[in-house]
């Protein structure tokens, strides 16, 4: 099995993916792995969420992973699609345990110390802080940092070219998730790919 920590340092930007059809699926994949961002994160917030990471997963090169997964029947689902790894907006005990019985990496939202220290309980260190704009900022990550030295971050949520670079100067952010490289709709491939390769950029 694949470390999460091994997955959110292949790339700056993790891609957070809204699919609408399944049509868009493989020539975005292939336009965000041209670019270099090979892991990618794909939304359960359309029904064709699941075909597109069975999709995507043929592409090669590219690491294929489920977001908005909130519950143990939605990782199921999703690892049956093809799912790597498996992204959520808040951390469960029951979630938590069933991406650990299924040795699965998993990369659950935090927002709050008490949310850490959840984590922490379950054996987990890796963390999205989410809603990062929304709840506080790189200033809010830094302070939660503070008192968990072992813990390292993805922060997403209102991350953009424009702020990322300031989010990846925090040492224990070791990737942003940003929406701005996969816009929703028809895929630009050559607007993708100069997208994705900027990402890349981000942090050298």
């Known amino acids: ?68 997964v909130t519950n143990a029947r939605e990782l199921d689902a999703a690892m049956k699609a093809g799912s790597q790894f498996i992204v959520s907006p808040g951390l469960t005990e029951p979630l938590a345990k069933a991406a650990i019985a299924a040795r699965i990496p998993f990369l659950p939202g935090i927002a709050t110390a008490g949310d850490i220290m959840r984590g922490l309980d379950l054996g987990l260190t890796h963390f999205k802080f989410f809603p990062a704009m929304a709840a506080g900022g790189l200033p809010a990550l830094k302070a939660l940092a503070a008192p968990f030295g072992q813990c390292l971050f993805c922060p997403t949520g209102g991350i953009g070219p424009d702020n990322a670079a300031e989010w990846l100067a925090f040492d224990p952010v070791l990737c942003v998730g940003g929406s701005w490289v996969a816009p929703r709709g028809a895929p630009d491939r050559a607007a993708i790919e100069s997208m994705a390769r900027a990402a890349m950029a981000l942090r050298q």
């Not at 493989?26 to 090979?38: F, K, M, N, S």
């Open 1 to 68: 099995m694949i470390e999460i920590e091994t997955l959110m340092r292949k790339a700056p930007v993790i891609p957070v993916i809204v699919v609408d059809d399944i049509a868009h699926a493989t020539p975005l994949a292939e336009a965000l792995v041209a670019g270099g961002l090979c892991v990618l994160e794909v939304t359960l917030r359309t029904p064709a969420a699941l075909p597109a990471i069975a999709a995507m997963s043929k592409v090669k090169g590219a690491i294929v992973g489920a977001g908005t």
